[in-house]
């Protein structure tokens, strides 16, 4: 029989000093994004499933966790807010070509293997950045990663950047077949190089792909590396795309960023909606990325508009971990609170002072007590608040 005091695998509850935590965090990332100019924006927490359809390029069907309404209609709960604000800016936005700018907070659901270990609803903060095809628009995008991380307290971070045009450029160059593109991709994915050699041999791909796909395969490539391998590209969409990059981080060299940037041309998201720059932000004391992102110039196409665009996610739990084993204190993450303790015959006055000190932006709780076990709260001081008034 299933406990009722559990919760089931892949979810937890929050409550107390953890939850003010990760209030706190949110809202400074939050915060960092508005001064962008960015806007907020609400999507539901469930859409048809044909917005994460395997067309759309979002993850596998059956990780998806799967409903139906009255009608019959197959419903998914989110397990990704990019393609859902896609839909809702060719719906609400659609006559528009300006710069489109939209911030969004939630929880994403997404069906995992109980083996890996991982939370199946998970809080993401997010923005995406529509109508701009632009390096700049990657630049600021990369710019609010780094400024909300920093502001968060994480000050040792890296963020990788890739290029889904390299990869797709060698892929046409070499006539690969879509399953064959997408199994190599897997390989690649998950840095197996060996099997994507070996792979290849089996499917009699030219040798000289083969020597370029060894040259992509070390991690953070440095920008010599990058500016040889731009040169000697035999092909444009592939020499595009490492020269975009270089020009990327040119941008976030001016404001000195370009320390916490560094290049994986083997980067190539689950999501395939990407269609250029993907970028990953990790940090020590965490495997899993803290923040990931990347372009997407034709998942809006799906819904009815064409417009480039960029977006980010912030994974807050992972950034509560990270920011608990770093030892980093959050500001604000600490209720400050003043509990009062009163009886029947002082009931105005605890009300009088609470009201006075909530009035100055304090915190107030009032904790009601009969005049024989005002002695039951000595000593509970920390237990209760930070400062404590016995009212007698």
Do not use: W
């Amino acid at each position: 029989m299933i406990s009722l005091l559990h919760t089931p695998d892949g979810v937890r509850d929050l409550y107390g000093e953890e939850l003010n935590q990760k209030i706190s965090i949110s809202s400074l990332i939050l915060n960092t994004i508005s001064r962008y100019g960015y806007e907020r924006i609400d999507t539901p927490a469930f859409e048809y499933f044909d917005v994460f359809s395997k067309d759309i390029g979002t993850i596998p069907s059956k990780d998806l966790y799967k409903f139906f309404d009255k009608e019959g209609n197959t419903l998914v709960l989110r397990p990704d807010f990019t393609p859902s604000v896609a839909r809702c800016a060719a719906k609400y936005f659609s006559d528009s070509d300006l710069p489109l700018r939209f911030s969004y907070t939630g929880n994403t659901f997404i069906n995992t293997n109980e083996l890996q270990g991982k939370l199946k609803e998970t809080t993401q903060i997010g923005f995406e950045l529509i109508n701009d095809s632009s390096i700049y628009a990657d630049a600021e995008a990369l710019s609010i990663v780094i400024e909300s991380l920093l502001k968060v307290g994480i000050t040792e971070f890296q963020v990788s950047i890739g290029e889904s045009n390299y990869f797709k450029g060698l892929c046409e160059e070499a006539n690969l077949d879509e399953e064959t593109e997408m199994t190599l991709r897997d390989f690649i994915t998950s840095k197996n190089y060996y099997a994507a050699r070996e792979f290849l041999k089996k499917s009699n791909i030219d040798a000289a792909f083969l020597d370029r796909l060894e040259a992509i395969s070390k991690v953070f490539l440095p920008e010599e590396e990058m500016i040889n391998l731009a040169k000697d590209a035999t092909n444009e969409r592939s020499k595009n795309a490492i020269e975009r990059l270089i020009a990327i981080k040119n941008l976030l060299a001016k404001k000195g960023y370009d320390r916490y940037i560094s290049f994986d041309l083997t980067m190539l998201s689950k999501y395939h909606y990407y269609t250029g720059i993907i970028f990953t932000a990790y940090t020590y004391g965490i495997g899993n990325a803290i923040a990931k992102g990347g372009r997407y110039d034709n998942l809006i196409e799906k819904f009815g508009k064409q417009a480039p665009s960029v977006g980010c996610v912030f994974m807050i739990d992972e950034i509560q971990t990270a920011v608990r084993r770093q030892g980093i204190e959050i500001r604000d993450s600490k209720t400050e609170k003043t509990v009062i303790i009163y009886t029947a015959e002082n009931y105005e006055k605890a009300v009088e002072e609470a009201d006075a000190r909530r009035n100055k932006g304090e915190n107030a709780e009032l904790v009601f007590a009969h005049e024989e076990n005002l002695d039951a709260f000595s000593g509970k001081e920390k237990e209760l608040g930070n400062l404590v008034i016995v009212l007698k």
